[in-house]
């Protein structure tokens, strides 16, 4: 059907949008005034006694979901539909692709919370400050912890920390800093143990602020003796929070941001003196640190992010931070394109001694969620930055042999047995719920069976997402569900179901309910139980190498369902390399303390003891073993292992590689290859040690990594006597008997890595020391960085890009509507625009009101009719070459190239040149300064592609003259930031032509049959014609408002024929088709239009075969950008009437002029419309969809009042528009659309 968006539709919309607006604007106002009012009442700390057990709000990493409200409904969310075989990362998925997940903004991180449990105490345990700037009711430092509480480290200590943290008053005196997106300073976490110790950095308020002064520190909030500091560096203000904001919707970004950090600090310096709902006191690593709370920005993507932090790390460095923690950051960033600042405040740090400990990011390797990267690729790295750098300690994170669980009790062969469970909700207390196995919870797994009032027990997988399941049981009547897995290894996890309690237990342990019991009781009680995935590194944790070849991460640390604080003094568990991290931190803080004690006769300064400390933590951590597969973790998974604080604060030895850290990079290398550790000895006497390299690679599975280590060889234990303080130890590596295997399965090269290990006796099975290496054999600098262009590959697609069963062999299509998930390959694009439009805007025809804007397609695809389907086809030549063709004559219809990426490397120097034959360089783009790697193809983390629309080429010379007819070299220059990289290029032969088709000498009408015979045109040597087609205008009067005018198309086929119609349907009226009322359309494969009336082929055409040129009646006009005389007449060609009367065609337009169109395929399948639409654009640039640069798109919203005030304006503004367009004069007969 044609739409008709007349001047009266758009005033009637301005004025409905303008009202909405000035509603928005009172709304807002009134929201402000409130705010202001809360702020007026005094903050109430919570002082609730503790709530009766609960179940824990769980959240799995990069999988939870957000939403509007806790109680989102299974009709809300039963669009969902997913893979089969689903990862741990993409658990949740399914359920919140009808709920809003937008990015957290650490981009790395996406532990988003659920909504706290609400607590029997509703009235002490709500927090009534509208905004947590910073309390007008200061919260206190210090309370007593109530004797029968034990702590949560006391349970469960994965890294061994408790005797560190005996040895250093568990980090009192120290100050650390937490760089996070929030943090809730009123929560019981942030306390200090007794204040009758005054052991601290800073003894009185006044001293801190005298420190402040010194490095002119204007800003930042003294709280309390806990929390010295608390500054938001992304509005400069001391609100460090908005609880109200964050209680209001619980799944809003400022909730999930406060959470985030509230609950890194509580695994840092937590020190909560009232036992969580699990019994426990809440301990960091620690918890008797002072600590700056530095609140940034939550989006990653602009500069302002980048400063924000560095300031904040140079700000922590100057106030007296021993470490300074940062869970966020940007996934498979490089050094070329950290910020500079930043750069000099990590510099500053690791000079003053300060380590600064960074998760590594959540991303996995490239292709997470989607597919393993392909084993031709194997720079697959995504640890984020400035987790990249070397003045950081960035961290990896692992699944614990233990973890702190809910159990649920069943009776198995007539024994008690208590079962690990993960629950969305808590099931009654006490109360034994029936059992009744439901198979994988389809449809039919319900029928015949007796659900109501019970539990339904499911198994994961069988093709159906989890909430098919879910509904399938409520609608069975079932008071609750379980879910177990469908692999041993896999840990329990959280679906976020509020509507009813869904569980999630082990395979083993549902295997064991589905075969021997029939009741489940739960009493919400936690216990120390294993894990099911234990000692494995989650596949979530960010791989290495850097993008520049070095090798990170550093260590590992326990990141899997970690259980911290969150706002509004709630607890609960997230997991992800942001949870491991400030343990880390923790562990350095007091690391360092003791080593300065230790070593102080060795007069560290401040950078040595740094260093000395990083290196005893490495040296001492664990290599992770996969039982699995009998092969340990690879380094640049893992980095140097888990850390161990007991090894470290034991260690007699540290071992470093030639450049004095703690880890081999041996870059490229050989079959054979050399491996020298330096081995530090820091006690007297002489020592001997046996040493052993673990040499191992990557598994491969149908041409991709598997992402699993595969074991090599394993050297023989070797003796080697520590006389001096340092020993030397060299030794050589042969794998050349691996290399043919390996070749076969990595073409372009393959890591190989491993532990050179140590231990004190030969006898011993107890790892006393390791050191990772790395190196890679081949040339990883070079390995290919743009994927291949997607016309080689069209047949079986790209990483990102997959045809289907329903898609022709030859078919691509650019979908507009979502370009950065549908279009992920490498290609040049073009704007195709229909005739209608060009005729439109060349008559002087309104852009706003144009008909059918143009539209984005790949070059070298034309639509073609496939089975009563438009399609866009590739296209070749006879040389099998895509018709890469332009016309850069401005009418908007393929006049320009703009090149769309997919970069399987981060890439600096990216640039644009075009060369004519000859090899000379006749264009040249600016030279962008880098890409990440396309590691994703989720929108909301990483695009599939890059449009490059900086480096588009619009047919011009370096003068910004239109180049000369003819064939073209349009290069993509890039260069890989790996070290010692050269550039690459990619090349497109394109051809250039602003040449007219060739029209149809004569036609001839048949009224009987009403079928019209065109004598077809000779073909053009130069461009190949694309289609022919007839345009039937109509033209609707209106006096008020200015006449419309839709057009009908009808396509003629190969053989010049098309059959018309007597009458054809436009809107609302039967229009006759009256052959001599058409105008003929003839489009070349370059974008080149030629046209004629229809009437002077059929009774008024003079044709001329003479010298190849076509001369016709002078019934149409030049485009208005053309020169009058003809611009492209060879010497052979002339003009035959030199009355004017006849003239060579040279790029012919009827007089037709349009207005507004849109198109519409008909059901004759030959036939199309174009009517009236409305477009927002006065541009024809702008048209097009916005530039999109590589990072996510944010948005900084402004204060309530400015929201106000802008949707006051906004709405003024647009209803002056609207009456300006109304008032407007209307146009004569050229004012048609």
Known sequence: MDKHHSKKAILKLTLITTSILLMHSNQVNAEEQELKNQEQSPVIANVAQQPSPSVTTNTVEKTSVTAASASNTAKEMGDTSVKNDKTEDELLEELSKNLDTSNLGADLEEEYPSKPETTNNKESNVVTNASTAIAQKVPSAYEEVKPESKSSLAVLDTSKITKLQAITQRGKGNVVAIIDTGFDINHDIFRLDS???????????????????????????????????????????????????????????????????????????????????????????????????????????????????????????????????????????????????????????????????????????????????????????????????????????????????????????????????????????????????????????????????????????????????????????????????????????????????????????????????????????????????????????????????????????????????????????????????PHVAGLMTMLQSHLAEKYKGMNLDSKKLLELSKNILMSSATALYSEEDKAFYSPRQQGAGVVDAEKAIQAQYYITGNDGKAKINLKRMGDKFDITVTIHKLVEGVKELYYQANVATEQVNKGKFALKPQALLDTNWQKVILRDKETQVRFTIDASQFSQKLKEQMANGYFLEGFVRFKEAKDSNQELMSIPFVGFNGDFANLQALETPIYKTISKGSFYYKPNDTTHKDQLEYNESAPFESNNYTALLTQSASWGYVDYVKNGGELELAPESPKRIILGTFENKVEDKTIHLLERDAANNPYFAISPNKDGNRDEITPQATFLRNVKDISAQVLDQNGNVIWQSKVLPSYRKNFHNNPKQSDGHYRM??????????????????????????????????????????????????????????????????????????????????????????????????????????????????????????????????????????????????????????VSEKENAIVISNSFKYFDNLKKEPMFISKKEKVVNKNLEEIILVKPQTTVTTQSLSKEITKSGNEKVLTSTNNNSSRVAKIISPKHNGDSVNHTLPSTSDRATNGLFVGTLALLSSLLLYLKPKKTKNNSK
Not at 241 to 266: C, F, L
Not at 526 to 543: I, P, Y
Not at 1034 to 1058: A, L, N, R, W
């Open 949 to 1102: 629309d900086a480096l588009q080429w619009s047919g011009l010379d370096k003068d910004g003259k239109v180049v000369a007819d003819g064939f073209y070299t349009y290069r993509l220059r890039y260069t890989p930031v790996a070290e010692g990289a050269n550039s690459q290029e990619s090349d497109f032969k394109v051809q250039v032509s602003t040449k007219s088709p060739n029209l149809p000498s004569r036609a001839q009408f048949d009224e009987t049959n009403r079928t019209l015979s065109l004598a077809m045109p000779k073909e053009s040597s130069y461009v190949p014609t694309y289609r022919l087609q007839l345009v039937l205008s109509h033209v609707v009067k209106d006096e008020e408002y200015g006449d419309e005018t839709s057009y009908h198309y009808f396509h003629i086929d190969q053989e010049g024929k098309v059959t018309l119609p007597k009458t054809v349907k436009i809107g609302e009226s039967e229009v006759a088709v009256d052959p001599k009322a058409l105008t003929l359309v003839v489009e070349d494969k370059a974008g080149n239009f030629a046209t004629v009336k229809l009437s002077d082929l059929l009774n008024k055409a003079v």
């Open 195 to 581: 204040p009758k110790d005054d052991k601290h950095s800073f003894k009185t308020k006044t001293e801190f602020e005298e420190l402040k002064a010194k490095h002119n520190i204007t800003y930042g909030k003294w709280v309390n003796d806990k929390i010295v500091f608390a500054h938001n560096y992304a509005n400069n203000t001391e609100t460090v929070a908005d609880i109200a904001a964050a209680m209001k919707d619980g799944y809003g970004s400022e909730a999930k941001n406060i959470s985030h950090g509230t609950h890194v600090a509580g695994i840092f310096v937590g020190n909560s003196k009232r036992p969580a709902i699990n019994g426990l006191l809440l301990e960091g690593a620690a918890p008797n640190a002072q600590v700056l709370l530095m609140r940034i920005p939550d989006k990653i993507d602009s500069d302002k992010f980048g400063e924000a932090y560095a300031k904040a790390i140079t700000d922590a460095v100057n106030l007296g931070a021993k470490t300074i923690n940062m869970s966020i950051g940007k996934t498979a960033d490089s050094l070329i394109a950290l910020n500079d600042k930043v750069k000099l405040a990590l510099k500053l740090a690791s000079e003053k001694g300060v380590a600064v400990v960074v998760a590594a990011g959540n991303e996995g390797a490239f292709g997470m969620d989607y597919s393993k990267p392909l084993s031709t690729n194997p720079d697959y790295g995504t640890v984020n930055s400035p987790a990249i750098s070397e003045d950081t300690l960035s961290v990896a994170s692992y699944e614990s042999l233990k973890t702190i669980s809910e159990v649920v009790e069943t009776t198995i062969e007539g024994k008690l047995v208590k079962l690990p469970i993960v629950t969305s909700k808590p099931f009654d207390k006490g109360k034994a719920y029936d059992v009744v196995y439901a198979n994988y919870g389809a449809k039919k797994d319900f029928e015949g069976k007796d659900f109501k009032g019970k539990i339904a027990l499911i198994e994961r997988g069988g093709g159906l997402d989890f909430m098919t399941k879910i509904t399938h049981a409520t609608n069975a009547g079932v008071v609750g569900i379980v879910i177990f897995n469908d692999q041993e290894k896999r840990g329990n996890f959280l679906i976020p179901y509020r509507e009813l309690p869904v569980g999630i237990i082990s395979k083993v342990d549902g295997e064991r309910i589905k075969n021997t019991s029939s009741q489940l009781t739960f009493n919400q009680s936690f216990e120390v139980v294993d894990s099911q995935g234990g000692n494995r590194m989650l596949e979530q944790s960010s791989w290495g190498v850097t993008a520049e070849g070095a090798i990170k991460p550093d260590v590992t640390a326990s990141g899997f369902e970690i259980y911290s604080s969150t706002y509004n003094n709630q607890y609960q568990t997230m997991s992800g390399t942001s949870m491991a991290s």
